[in-house]
Every structure is written in structure tokens, then in C-alpha cells.
């Protein structure tokens, strides 16, 4: 019932923000009013609901003031209390970092609690509202109404007062979960602007960032409060609080404008200067709904249902809010050897979240950001001739080292292979190779060696287990190398890294016909149970890893004893439900049978059907993913956002098909959730998706047309896409239906 009543009022949310944006786009065209920021801001889903325009630097947004998993982005929906709003934030990570720059208005007396909440109000979700580009949000406590947007490199704030002695406070001392305050600074430059910056260290290591802000009129007092940050017995820096005071009157406007640079004070007076000169919050709303109803539009879908319209657009929004911009407006950014470099034109990119968006969400930018992606590119040969390999998940000039792989390979190879760019593809192979090249780095030296990762040498390489996931997932990568290789006429190249990438063979037991951790001495693991999740597994257990073999499906099947026992596999992989939900992990959610749709292994699974010609049954799955895990509310998400790929998978899935191997230039044809898509591609054509009579019960194909032709194939081609073709089905209630036959 209570969803019930959240879900009417994401509605009427809705509805607001469309009337809102009437003068600046027509509302036929308006797709931000499909926009819902609060999808995923409960539950597990970890988003923000804060303004930011598409891959903005700047991700403007409220936090709680607690920390905890909850509050990974600085905002969980149940919470009651709003402590500041800030300049940065992840979306849908499971580690929790940045929330830097951080103002909060008040009228005196404040409400201060002890640490870590500290000055805070209370707010409603009554008074709150959110679409792309824009928040706002009624403080309770002190009856100040809060606004936010967005350009690429600043936040601009609108705090409509009452009549009262009110303050505004900007905290650069408090952090909250993985983040740690190193040292800030705060300086006034004159009546209405001020500068500093603020040093942490956390998941992103020796992060600095800078911001530039302009008051609307001057403040009558600055005070400043400093405390000292000890390490280790020693000062190291110190944390600054600056409050601004002022006498306002009822319905007094005041508007703060912030520029961010990861390179300096200067760097973010000209982000500010080049991109809010202007006190005018509504030109910079109406800015960012027409940045964000440019790229929202380049996929239309048709539909009566407002819920689906609104998750299909969350979607496609939630995916355009990372990786963001790192550079400055003169391309002057920070870069993993501590100095200062300059791009040539080109913008650079950071925030790369790639174990989980290389499967969907950057074969999804080819179509909708194929610009961007050549910048991404890019962006991962500059980090490469700065740090020396190719990032795994990077941000804020720092390597994490998060989750595994080298998939920036396969993200270059899928940009090389399709066309996009004018990058160094020289430059480009020569970074993957290195890459897959570093022998004491994560146990790619054995890995070369014994063809797998056993599981009881991770102590010798001092990093974490995980074995058997790096084993499938290098494999993975390197396929993607000799693919690129060999397009590139590097023969050598390519016969290596396809052997390599057959690694993935030699970590299949057959007895037990799963793949299993090894040991140095080619022993299976003894007391393997695919149901176990496990230390040598990444954040799955055998069930989910089993098919992390993308690049090789038909050896897969082989492997498995062929087709029959592998939709066995299949069938079980789907119906062979935990037996002991209670200690299911935190990452297994979305949870079907042993499927996990929370968590990014299983993402690709329900299309393997179409390997085995029984599509109907992944199409059963698929739109049960669809209508069940993503729906319209705070909880409308199954698992973590994680920086785009959960909604990137809903993107391609309702759109009918998905890229199983990212590389392949091949995508499976799934179960569309719309009567018809049409996506806007950069050659200035169109590829439709008509789905006549699709519904929830009508989620099987009957058959299928291209261009008007009989078409026989489980699968349509990146070329078939980028020529503008038309997909035509036949929906039914009907199962058992093999077009492709």
C-alpha cells in the first residue's frame, strides 16, 4: 500500500515538472516529463535525485547528513532530514565518496545535531519534486524553498527565504562513509564570490577539487570556523565552515552559482565565468530540459502506459549520468600522475564504472554518444601514457582498482570495430596489449602461465581472491584484443589473444559441469557448490558465473555436453531457487531462481536462449525483468544503478534487442515492450522497432520482418541498425514460437 501511494505521487511529480517546462518546449516534446529521478533512490538502487545535465561534472544534489550503504549517493528516500547539498556524487555505486562542496541555508536558530547529521532540517516528499535537470525541495524547519540545476561544470541554487536573519552555510570539513577531509581552504575574492578547494582521501585517493561561487547580491558577514585534521599524531590539514549571513525579506530570492575543477581555483572561475555568468536560475534550468530532451529524444518509444514511458526515459536518463566530465573549458585536467595535461580539442572523461557498463551501457552510447565515445577512447589512452595501464575503475584522477578485468579493452575494441572515431587505434592496441601484458598485476603472470588464476595464490600476489571471475572475465577481454588485432592486420597479435581467450576451457570441470576454482596444482576446488558464493567468485556464485563467456557461446554449449543439456542449465539456472534466501548477499538481488538480475554477470543470460532455439523462453524472463525489477517508484530498482548499466540493460531490452558479446557488432533479439521505437542514430537515419500487439501477455514473437522480408535469424547486426532497417513482429500469447528455424 505504501507504494501505492509513493507511485501517485511520482505522477503527479511528473505532471508538475511538465507544466514547469511548458514555455521552453512544447510538451508533446518534452521528455523530461518522463523523467523520474526518485526511481532508485530506495532499496538498493543507490541513485540521487539531484539536478545534472547529460555526463555533467557537476551532480548537484541533496544529502541526509548519515552516512551508511543506504546512503551511498547522500540520499535515501526514507530519511526525513536534509544536511546540505552538494556538488558531487555517484550514482548507484556500492562505495560511497565525493559529496564535496556542500551548502545549506537556514534562518536563525538553526538546528544543529551532534555528529556526524550536524546542521540540518527536516523536509517532506510532499514538498519535493525532481526531473532531469532540476530539484527542488522545501526545507520544513526554517520554510526556505531549495532549487537546483545544472550546467556541465557548475550548480546553480535558488534559496527563496521568508522574512527572517537567515545564513548560509558551505561546510568543506564534514565527510561522510568511504570519503575523509585531507585539508580545504576557503578565500573571498569580493562581496559576492569566493573561492577555495577541498582536499579528501577515501575510494578516491588524494582527490582535490576546486569550485568557484558567485552570490546573487553581496552577504552581509562571512565568518569563518577552522578545526585541524590530524593523521597519525600529525596535522595534515585543516576543515573549513563558512557561513554567510543576511537579512531577507518574504519570498527574498538568493541565487549561488558554483564552478568545479579538478585543476584549480582559476580553472573554476572560468567554468563558472564560461558557463553561469548570468544570475538567472531559469535560463539554466530551461538549458539543461533542452540538453536533456536533445539526447532523451533520440529515442522515441510509443506508448499509453505513463509508468512504462516514465521507466523506459528514467532509463535512458539514469544512463547519461556517468561517465562524467573531467576536463575544464580550456581542456586543462588532473591526471593520475599528479600533473596537469591539455587535451586538443577533445573532453576529458572520468568516472568509469567498467566490470558493470562495458556490457550495455557503452555499447549504448555507439548509437546515442558515438562523439562521446571517441572522447572516451580518448580519455582511456591519456590515463594509460599517465598511469601506465589502462584504467579498470577510475575517477577523479585516481584508480580505485574496484572490481576486475581490463574492460576498457573491450569498450576501445567496440569503438574500433564499428568505426567510430578519429583515436589513435595504433596508440589504442598498443595500450590493451600492455595491459594484459602486466605479469604482477591481479595475477595475469600465472594467468599467461597456467592458462587460469588458481585460488590459493592470491596471498603471493597481494590482492584479493576472486580467481575463477578473473580467469572468465580476462578471457573475455582478451578475445576483444584479437579481435581488434585481427581487423588491424596484427596477425601475431591475434592468434595470441585468441588462445588466451580460450582460458576460460580450463576452469570448466565437467564432472560437476560448472566452471570451479582451480589450485597452482590444477585441482578443482574439493566441496564445490555452485549455490555458494564464495571468495574466489566476484560478488556471485557458480550459478551466475557460469556464463561469463560471452565472446563463445557455441563453445560454452560444447562444453556443457551440447544443446540439450545446456537448456537444462538454462531452464535450472531460472527455476533452481536459493535455499537459504536469508543469506543471500547484499549484491543478489532481482533475484530469479539463481538468476540475479541486481547484479551485472546475469545480465546476459535470458538471450542464451536464442543460442538453443528456444527464444520464447528467454522472452518469458525478459519481459518479466522488465515489468517486475523496473517500475516507478523509489524502490523501482532491483539492484545498484551502477553508474548506468542496470538501465542500460532496460534500455536495449525494451527496445527488443541486447548486445550478449559487446564486441560482436551482433545484437540478440529479445521481447520489445513497446508497439514501436525509433532510435535516431548520428547518420541521420532511423532504425524502428514495430512490436504490433505486444503487451505483458503478448510478450512472445510469432514472427518477424526486416524491411518488410521474412527475416530467419535470432539476431540483427550493428550495420542492419546503422542502415536505418525496419524490425517488424508479431506479438502473442502464444510460447514455443522459433522464427528462426
Same mark, same amino acid.
Given at each position: 500500500m505504501r507504494w501505492k501511494v509513493i507511485s501517485l505521487f511520482a505522477v503527479v511529480v511528473l505532471s508538475a515538472s511538465c507544466t514547469s517546462t511548458k514555455n521552453t518546449t512544447s510538451q508533446e516534446d518534452d521528455y523530461t516529463c518522463y523523467v523520474n529521478p526518485f526511481i532508485g533512490t530506495d532499496f538498493t538502487g543507490n541513485t540521487y535525485p539531484g539536478a545534472q545535465v547529460p555526463f555533467g561534472m557537476v551532480q548537484l544534489s541533496p544529502d541526509n547528513g548519515l552516512p551508511g550503504w543506504d546512503r551511498i549517493a547522500g540520499y535515501f528516500y526514507p530519511d526525513s532530514t536534509?544536511?546540505?547539498f552538494s556538488h558531487t556524487h555517484l550514482s548507484g555505486t556500492g562505495a560511497g565518496d565525493l559529496y564535496d562542496i556542500s551548502f545549506m541555508p537556514v534562518t536563525l536558530p538553526y538546528n544543529e545535531a551532534e555528529a556526524p547529521l550536524g546542521i540540518h532540517s527536516k523536509f517532506s516528499h510532499q514538498n519535493e519534486q525532481a526531473t532531469a535537470g532540476y530539484y527542488q525541495v522545501m526545507l520544513t524547519d526554517y520554510n526556505i524553498n531549495v532549487e537546483l540545476t545544472a550546467t556541465e561544470r557548475c550548480g546553480i541554487q535558488r534559496y527563496t527565504f521568508p522574512k527572517a536573519n537567515a545564513a548560509i552555510f558551505l561546510n568543506l570539513s564534514k565527510a561522510m562513509n568511504w570519503d575523509a577531509t585531507q585539508d580545504s581552504h576557503i578565500e573571498k575574492v569580493d562581496s559576492v564570490t569566493i573561492r577555495g578547494y577541498r582536499y579528501s582521501d577515501g575510494w578516491a585517493r588524494n582527490q582535490k577539487i576546486y569550485f568557484c561561487t558567485r552570490f546573487s547580491r553581496p552577504f552581509e558577514n562571512m565568518t569563518l570556523d577552522t578545526v585541524a585534521i590530524e593523521k597519525e599524531g600529525k596535522v595534515i590539514g585543516k576543515g573549513v565552515v563558512a557561513r554567510f549571513d543576511y537579512t531577507t525579506q518574504d519570498n527574498e530570492q538568493i541565487l549561488l552559482s558554483t564552478g568545479i575543477s579538478g585543476v584549480s581555483m582559476e580553472g573554476a572561475a572560468r567554468n563558472l565565468n564560461a558557463e553561469a555568468g548570468k544570475d538567472d536560475f531559469d535560463y539554466y534550468r530551461a538549458q539543461a530540459v533542452n540538453v536533456w530532451n536533445r539526447e532523451l529524444g533520440k529515442i522515441k518509444v510509443e506508448s499509453d502506459n505513463v509508468d512504462d514511458k516514465t521507466v523506459f526515459y528514467t532509463a535512458l536518463y539514469h544512463s547519461m549520468l556517468a561517465p562524467t566530465i573531467y576536463s575544464d573549458v580550456d581542456g586543462a585536467y588532473y591526471g593520475p600522475d599528479k600533473k596537469v595535461h591539455q587535451t586538443d580539442g577533445w573532453v576529458n572523461y572520468s568516472t568509469f564504472s567498467l566490470w558493470d557498463t562495458y556490457r550495455a551501457s557503452h555499447p549504448l552510447f555507439t548509437y546515442t554518444q558515438p562523439e562521446r565515445v571517441n572522447d572516451m577512447v580518448k580519455s582511456f589512452i591519456a590515463f594509460y601514457e599517465q598511469n601506465g595501464r589502462l584504467p579498470v575503475w577510475n575517477f577523479y584522477a585516481s584508480e580505485t582498482d574496484m572490481m576486475i578485468g581490463y574492460h576498457a579493452v573491450p569498450v576501445i575494441a567496440d569503438a574500433y570495430l564499428k568505426g567510430i572515431g578519429d583515436f589513435d587505434a595504433e596508440k589504442a592496441l598498443q595500450a590493451c596489449v600492455a595491459t594484459a601484458n602486466l605479469d604482477h598485476y591481479r595475477g595475469i603472470g600465472v594467468y599467461k602461465e597456467k592458462g587460469y588464476i588458481p585460488y590459493d595464490l592470491h596471498d603471493q600476489y597481494n590482492t584479493e581472491n576472486w580467481s575463477l571471475s578473473k580467469t572468465l572475465e580476462y578471457a573475455f577481454d582478451d578475445y576483444c584484443i584479437a579481435a581488434m588485432a585481427e581487423k588491424m592486420g596484427k596477425k601475431d597479435?591475434?592468434?595470441?589473444?585468441?588462445?588466451?581467450?580460450?582460458?576460460?576451457?580450463?576452469?570448466?570441470?565437467?564432472? &560437476?559441469?560448472?566452471?570451479?576454482?582451480?589450485?597452482? %596444482?590444477?585441482?578443482? /576446488?574439493?566441496? *564445490?557448490?555452485?549455490? !555458494?558464493?564464495?571468495?574466489?567468485?566476484?560478488?556471485?556464485?557458480?550459478?551466475?558465473?557460469?556464463?561469463?563467456?560471452?565472446?563463445?557461446?557455441?563453445?560454452?554449449?560444447?562444453? &556443457?555436453?551440447?544443446?540439450?543439456?545446456?537448456?537444462? %542449465?538454462?531452464?535450472? /539456472?531460472?527455476? *533452481?531457487?536459493?535455499? !537459504?534466501?536469508?543469506?543471500?548477499?547484499?549484491?543478489?538481488t532481482g533475484m530469479i531462481g539463481q538468476y540475479a538480475h541486481g547484479n551485472e554477470p546475469s545480465h546476459h543470460v535470458a538471450y542464451l536462449y536464442n543460442a538453443v532455439k528456444q527464444p520464447w523462453k528467454g522472452q518469458k524472463y525478459i519481459s518479466q525483468i522488465m515489468h517486475d525489477l523496473y517500475t516507478n517508484t523509489p524502490d523501482g530498482l532491483c539492484g545498484n544503478e551502477d553508474c548506468g548499466q542496470m538501465s542500460a540493460w532496460y534500455v536495449f531490452s525494451a527496445m527488443g534487442f541486447y548486445p550478449v558479446n559487446p564486441v560482436s557488432g551482433v545484437y540478440e533479439i529479445g521481447t520489445p515492450l513497446f508497439p514501436k521505437m525509433e532510435l535516431e542514430l548520428a547518420n541521420g537515419k532511423k532504425f524502428t522497432v514495430i512490436a504490433k500487439g505486444v503487451s505483458r501477455e503478448n510478450c512472445y514473437i510469432q514472427s518477424v520482418k526486416l524491411n518488410g522480408e521474412p527475416y530467419r535469424e535470432s539476431s540483427i547486426t550493428h550495420q542492419q541498425i546503422m542502415d536505418g532497417a525496419t524490425l517488424e513482429m508479431e506479438m502473442g500469447n502464444k510460447p514455443g514460437v522459433c522464427w528462426y528455424e
Open positions: 536534509i544536511a546540505g597479435i591475434a592468434d595470441t589473444f585468441y588462445k588466451r581467450a580460450e582460458n576460460y576451457k580450463n576452469v570448466f570441470n565437467p564432472v &560437476t559441469s560448472f566452471m570451479q576454482p582451480r589450485d597452482s %596444482k590444477g585441482n578443482f /576446488m574439493e566441496g *564445490f557448490n555452485a549455490e !555458494d558464493y564464495m571468495p574466489h567468485i566476484c560478488e556471485s556464485n557458480g550459478w551466475q558465473y557460469f556464463w561469463s563467456v560471452q565472446h563463445d557461446v557455441d563453445g560454452l554449449i560444447a562444453l &556443457t555436453d551440447g544443446t540439450d543439456r545446456f537448456v537444462q %542449465k538454462l531452464d535450472s /539456472m531460472f527455476t *533452481f531457487h536459493p535455499t !537459504d534466501k536469508d543469506k543471500l548477499p547484499i549484491f543478489s
